[in-house]
């Protein structure tokens, strides 16, 4: 199931440590489209439908309708995330099926329908199943746009990045254990002590400087313009 990129030092540890996260390099490495694209649309499918949504059945269907309607598959991870968060809590969905349907993946007659059935009070898994079913349609679009030069240039791309992110894994785990283990000692009562004493000698180093350019600067300024042009004199 793809998922979305998740954040923060735990987050970036699993982005490399889970397999499951590494699955939207592997989706799109038999895609036309870019990870980057994917990985957005897929965090759009799990911020409005959770993981009953973001699922590889689910962006599929999205990747389908995208490489139909020559539509970004980001965009269309949104407008469809949003129209299944609203039929899922039994809310109007004009916006979203009016924007799917300027899209080009949603018909009239087929939001006529969808929204009737709304209106009649079906359940909303039943109305997300009615329209999902006009996507599944559309299955093998992708596979077509695999095929053309910008598909395949794609499809290389995303080969390159899954190579990139196995082979930086080892490394990255590495560096995630030296800054794990730094904020493990940021957090004990013993380093705040530490940086409270540095502080501290700061201070009074500042107080000490301050007081030695009042008291003596003038002086020592004056020591080094009567040694410069002694030494130039001679």
Request: charged fraction near 25%; include cysteine.
């Amino acid at each position: 199931r793809p998922r979305a990129r998740r954040w923060g030092l735990r987050g970036a540890r699993s982005w490399f440590a889970d397999p499951e996260c590494l699955a939207p390099f592997e989706f799109a490495k038999k895609t036309p489209f870019e990870t980057a694209p994917i990985i957005e649309a897929s965090r759009f499918l799990q911020l409005f439908g959770k993981d009953a949504l973001n699922t590889t059945e689910n962006l599929t269907r999205i990747g389908n309708a995208s490489a139909t309607a020559q539509q970004p598959i980001e965009q269309l991870g949104f407008w469809i995330g949003r129209l299944y968060a609203a039929m899922q809590g039994g809310q109007p969905f004009g916006e979203a099926s009016m924007r799917l349907q300027e899209m080009g993946v949603l018909s009239a007659e087929t939001r006529t329908e969808l929204e009737a059935m709304q209106k009649a009070g079906v359940d909303g898994e039943v109305i997300w199943q009615t329209y999902a079913a006009t996507l599944d349609k559309l299955d093998g679009a992708m596979e077509k746009q695999a095929g053309t030069w910008s598909g395949l240039t794609s499809t290389i791309s995303d080969i390159v990045n899954l190579t990139a992110a196995n082979l930086l894994a080892p490394w990255f785990e590495q560096a995630k254990d030296a800054m794990a283990g730094l904020i493990e000692a940021a957090e004990t009562d013993t380093f705040e002590q530490k940086i409270q004493t540095w502080v501290d000698k700061s201070e009074d180093l500042a107080i000490a400087f301050r007081k030695w350019v009042e008291e003596d600067g003038a002086a020592f300024l004056q020591l080094v313009i009567d040694t410069s042009t002694q030494g130039g004199e001679l």
